[in-house]
């Protein structure tokens, strides 16, 4: 297991900051010299499967566990804990505590369900090569990855409406599945919950440095409203519910006067705090940056360093 301070640990969603050829974006890697200087453990949130995450923990040196395929399991490195959460699987180099079904379970449930339902869907394990590839504009190679799942079955309605996708919705939730929407694709598990794998990781730092290590999130939401971020987003909801503390980076502006925020991120920070300081009744107190400030990342890095 790595030398590491653990007063914190950090929980990141990581998919806002690849592109789908896993390009990094925003300058993430600012972000990720500066947490492995410090030695906090930077655990990354991510629908994608272990197998498209090789690449990229590999480029940029990550070797901490994550929470992979929407809260599917999660994955320890090789001898990163000497102790171990009570159910554990192996899956490739990773020691895996599975909080989904492992597959095949999400597959026959959403074949189920959709037959029950008279709702037509396309899970990609049904598309050729050619047209996974076509589907997510990826060469063949990378495609295939996404195929490569543990957990979750990623699909995508054909002719449903949006009264059709609800009732999906509220069936699969009285079934004990999860249902997320991923943008371009769906995510069903059954059992999946984001909430619950940062908790098991939570507690297995807890054990090992015998006392209570900080949760700190650090999320990125469309809206620049904490509550709205919360109500939309369940995932934001998981981590609010299971994280000590959550940082929130909008990607819009905060509000209409802040249209110089960009090159003025001082000005742009303290407007932030203000718009912000009553706390919300959903996530707890937190602290709120912009996207495409200049500054980002030296803010969010002050922030974490700062005594909580």
């Not at 301070?5 to 592109?19: E, G, I, N």
């Not at 504009?137 to 996708?165: K, V, Y």
């Not at 371009?184 to 984001?194: N, R, T």
Request: hydrophobic share 40%; with cysteine; aromatic share 8%.
């Amino acid at each position: 297991m790595p030398k590491l301070r653990r007063t914190q640990a950090l929980y990141v969603t990581l998919d806002p900051f690849l592109s789908p050829h896993a390009k990094v974006l925003h300058h993430f890697e600012q972000f990720l010299e500066g947490i492995y200087e410090s030695e906090f453990p930077c655990i990354w949130l991510t629908s994608l499967t272990r197998a498209q995450l090789d690449e990229p923990r590999r480029r940029l040196g990550h070797a901490d566990p994550f929470i992979g395929e929407s809260g599917g399991g999660v994955y320890l490195p090789e001898d990163y804990f000497h102790l171990k959460s009570g159910d554990t699987i192996r899956l490739g180099r990773f020691t895996c505590i599975p909080v989904a079904k492992p597959q095949p379970a999400a597959s026959e449930a959403l074949d189920d369900l959709a037959a029950e339902l008279g709702i037509s869907v396309v899970p990609l394990r049904s598309l050729s090569q050619r047209e996974l590839s076509q589907n997510t504009g990826l060469p063949e190679s990378e495609a295939a990855h996404m195929r490569m799942r543990d957990f979750d079955e990623l699909f995508f309605f054909a002719g449903a409406t949006e009264s059709d996708i609800a009732h999906f919705g509220v069936e699969a939730n009285l079934r004990g599945l999860t249902l997320q929407n991923l943008g371009a694709f769906w995510s069903i598990s059954v059992g999946g919950d984001l909430g619950k794998c940062v908790r098991e990781l939570g507690a297995l730092y807890d054990r090992a440095l015998r006392t209570h290590v900080l949760r700190v999130a650090i999320a990125v939401s469309p809206s620049p409203d904490v509550a709205e971020a919360a109500n939309v987003d369940p995932r934001m909801k998981a981590l609010a519910g299971s994280c000590d503390r959550t940082l929130l980076i909008t990607e819009r502006k905060l509000s209409a006067n802040l249209e110089e925020a960009e090159e003025d991120s001082d000005e742009q920070s303290e407007s932030a705090e203000a718009i912000f300081a009553e706390p919300s009744q959903v996530l707890r107190p937190q602290t709120t940056f912009y996207l495409r400030s200049p500054d980002l990342w030296d803010n969010v890095l002050s922030t974490i360093f700062a005594k909580p």
